[in-house]
């Protein structure tokens, strides 16, 4: 294996590594006597102003920022299989796109199940749709050399997936009206 290889899996390890210790450290502080402390060190403002929105808290730049950057770089990395990798043919990309299209679908039934279709309560059925399968791609960088590179392609590819499905289905159904000119432009 050539060095520069050996280096970007080591460097996946310790971003794994990094995940799951950030995640195990929120865990503990979230539910402990630090918890109070914890969740206003999370409020805290920090950062130049961002127009519409103003100074940005600590939540707000590791939810907005860093999972954006997080989802860039993972989009890129599928975007290139889609068009040249493993992804590129339609039979290749019907099982990232089944397991998706489950991962949100079975959640929600599952919510539904558990609220009894309560009015009140159906119309959360769209958030556990949008489920984030980072840490399952943070086990497979601890996993190495050792991990399927086709299995974690898929892993991320599924990632992504659902996440578009997710902004779909928010879009739809926690919006009051789409402008449809808006979403041409993206074209």
């Known amino acids: 294996m050539a060095g ?31 918890a109070e402390g914890y969740h206003a060190a999370l409020e ?6 961002m127009p519409r929105f103003g100074i940005l808290s600590l939540h707000e730049w590791i939810a907005d920022g860093l999972m954006a950057i997080f989802f860039l ?4 990395e599928v975007k290139r299989e889609w068009y040249q990798g493993r992804l590129s043919t339609p039979a ?18 599952i919510y539904l199940a558990v609220t009894g279709f309560d009015p009140t309560l159906v119309r959360g059925w769209a958030i556990p749709s949008a489920t984030d399968i980072a840490f399952a791609v943070g086990m497979l960088a601890l996993l190495g050399s050792s991990a399927n590179p086709s ?21 739809l159904v926690y919006t009051a009206g789409l402008d449809a000119m808006a979403i041409g432009a993206l074209r």
């Open 73 to 76: 770089l993972v989009g890129l």
């Open 151 to 171: 299995l974690k392609l898929i892993l991320v590819a599924i990632a992504i997936i659902d996440d578009i499905g997710a902004v779909i289905i928010i879009a």
């Open 92 to 109: 290749a990309r019907r099982l990232p796109i089944v397991a998706a299209v489950a991962g949100m679908a079975i959640p929600a039934l």
């Open 4 to 34: 520069g290889a050996r280096e970007l899996q080591q460097q996946e390890k310790i971003g794994g590594l990094l995940l799951m210790a950030a995640a195990a450290v929120a865990l503990i502080l979230a539910n402990s006597g630090f």
């Open 44 to 49: 805290t403002t920090f950062g130049p102003p």
